[in-house]
């Protein structure tokens, strides 16, 4: 099977768009090379951005088609598109009291703004505030890095707002879970590596496969048939700058967390520690082979099952407590609630020993796992008894 091709986030592409637009400003038209947007993961995109309709609501936008490479992405094909025009000090400092964009202090000068295409944040609990368009933190930085690295020596500029919109984004919102969460009139601008990843699950099984395969290679005789693993980038990134695991010896499985477990017992794991948000991991506690959304969304459900473990309310409390959990938007939003009763880590704490029991059966006897979940909003964190010991197993071994 040939590798399946990789695309370029919602983020990205704006990035390309913003700086096309700030070297149209400069100008007066897109110089003949390609538009390069370093990327946090260290690599680099080359993209051809195109002025917009000169007649039409995008006159002064220049915008970027998303490719979503071989991922089954609702916004491929999309167009990405930005305008940067210059605004005066008071409109400028008018956006940044009342406007429903963004600023920020290590970009003085620059406003990021949303619109037509861009869904608008209604609910608490997501990475933008209500209120606000749904542009999120990773791409905020590279959409005004990209501007930055256009304008910086012409101070003559003075303040410039940048203007996102994406063309028949409307529709497209609708078919993502942007209502769902709380996000209308349009589509989120996301990413964290600027890269999409292609979701086809016989290649990324594979992939998976000589993922573990290689790591449990890689092991010294002392940390024999052990294995990190997370569903994804926020679990990597926790066992990198919480746990000191390098980014190499880390398995990230997406959401087929059963397969995961199956094929680590069969290329011979013995002992995994298993680390991810609470938003993927409670779903492991509820006994959920494949943490996907298409599979449905009982995490609320899960979580007031664990509340109910817990067992340490009078019960009008905890009938009060599951219905703010049950109507909180996202996960974080709901540790939140339960920390104001005391409860969280110990919530989050059953809720790992629970995903322990499921990732075990599905490693029928061969694995040994532990497990750690955290919370993105208050870092919670909720661990099983021997995961600081299979750590510091591990450890030992790397030294020695």
Known sequence: MGQLRKGFTTGTCASAAAKAAALFLLHNTL???????PLPGGAVSFLNPVPQDPSGDLAGYWGVQKDAGDDPDVTGGAWICAAVVQVDPK?????????????????PGLYLNGGRGIGM???????CPPGHYAINPVPRTMIFSAVRQVVDGHGDLGCLEIRLAVPGGEGLGERTFNPRLGIV?????LGTTGIVEPMSEEALLETIRLDIRTRLLEN?????GMLFMAPGNYGSTWLKTALGVPEDRIVKCSNFVKAA??????????????TGHLGKLVKVAGGVENTHSRYGDRRMEILGDLVRGCGELPETDRERLLHRIGHANTTDEAVEILEEYGLAEQVLTLGAAQAKTWLEHWGAGHLKV????????SRTVGRTKGARALLEKWRRGDAG
């Open 220 to 224: 010294s005789r002392e940390q024999a």
């Open 91 to 107: 409109e400028f400092a008018r956006l940044c009291r009342e406007g429903r964009g963004y600023f920020h202090k290590d970009f």
């Open 185 to 189: 009139g349009g589509i989120s601008i």
């Open 31 to 37: 110089l003949p090379s390609p538009v390069e947007i």
């Open 121 to 127: 944040v209604t609910k608490q609990g997501l990475a």
């Open 370 to 377: 532990e497990v750690v979940l955290f919370s993105g909003a």
């Open 261 to 274: 477990m199956e094929m680590a017992a069969e290329e011979g794991g013995t002992h995994l520690l298993f």
